[in-house]
């Protein structure tokens, strides 16, 4: 059936009306190429610290740093208030992720911080609740992006990509002295366990992160609670297929 162009019109309008002022906004562009640049420092910056036999917890914070004010500076610009829900988001969920960090160095002995140096909460490097906020920030928004073209491919694209991401600052981490990881079943050396749970990790993190858009606080420390614990819960169950059942080989 043919539709008229004030039809259209009107319906494209509509469809613009039943979107969240937070993700039609003009701040939405500058969100996601804000994410986009943290991104592409982030695979850069690691990948020339490699060549830095200096880098310890410090070149870690330092890049957690920049992450923060291209995202927060972003924000301030623009007056983004979904960014500054992703941000108590992110932090939420990276505070509720230090259990799964303990869980991996005190449970599966397979993740050691002592090379990095530098002082620790719990068991993590005391920017790590940090870094795993920018992660958090960042599928949050390239997930919410990806599901708005199309709901269930955007998100197991967004799975796809923490499979992907994510691990490459796992395999760079051991050479510039952040991390390292022995003792299970890995690809160079990136756990097995480590690509399967960064999967539903993205996708979970995504999935969370629509609570944001128009959620009250309570909620959205309440899905950084749930984000937190999942990470946890996929780490564990990855953990389990590939290095204790033996769903991948040697």
């Not at 701040?27 to 200096?54: D, H, K, Q, S, Y």
């Not at 790590?128 to 920018?134: D, E, G, K, S």
């Not at 491919?153 to 490459?168: D, E, K, Q, R, S």
Request: hydrophobic share 55%.
């Amino acid at each position: 059936m043919r539709v008229s162009g004030s039809s259209s019109r009107f319906l494209n309008a509509k469809q613009s009306a039943d979107r969240p002022a937070a993700l039609t906004g003009e701040a939405e562009p500058a969100r996601l190429w804000a994410v986009l640049a943290t991104i592409t420092f982030n695979v850069i910056g690691v990948a020339l610290l490699t060549l830095a036999p200096w880098s310890n917890w410090r070149t870690g914070l330092a890049m957690n740093i920049v992450d923060q004010a291209i995202l927060l500076g972003v924000a301030l610009r623009f007056r983004d208030a979904l960014m500054a829900r992703l941000w108590i988001y992110g932090l939420v969920t990276g505070l509720v992720e230090l259990a799964a960090d303990a869980w991996l160095v005190d449970f599966t002995h397979t993740l050691n911080y002592s090379v990095g140096g530098g002082p620790l909460i719990w068991r993590s490097p005391a920017w790590m609740p940090f870094a795993w906020q920018i992660v958090t920030i960042q599928f949050s928004v390239l997930g919410m992006r990806l599901m708005r073209w199309r709901p269930l491919a955007g998100l197991a694209i967004t799975g796809l990509l923490g499979a992907v991401n994510i691990p490459y600052y796992e395999e760079m981490a051991r050479s510039i002295h952040w991390w390292q990881y022995s003792g299970c079943r890995m690809i160079s050396g990136t756990p097995y366990y480590i690509i399967l749970g960064e999967f539903g990790i993205a996708v979970g993190i995504a999935w969370l992160a629509q609570r944001t858009i128009q959620g009250s606080w309570p909620k959205i420390i309440g899905a950084g609670t749930i984000a937190g614990l999942m990470i946890f819960a996929c780490y564990a169950a990855a953990f389990f297929l590939t290095d204790r059942l033996g769903w991948a080989s040697r």
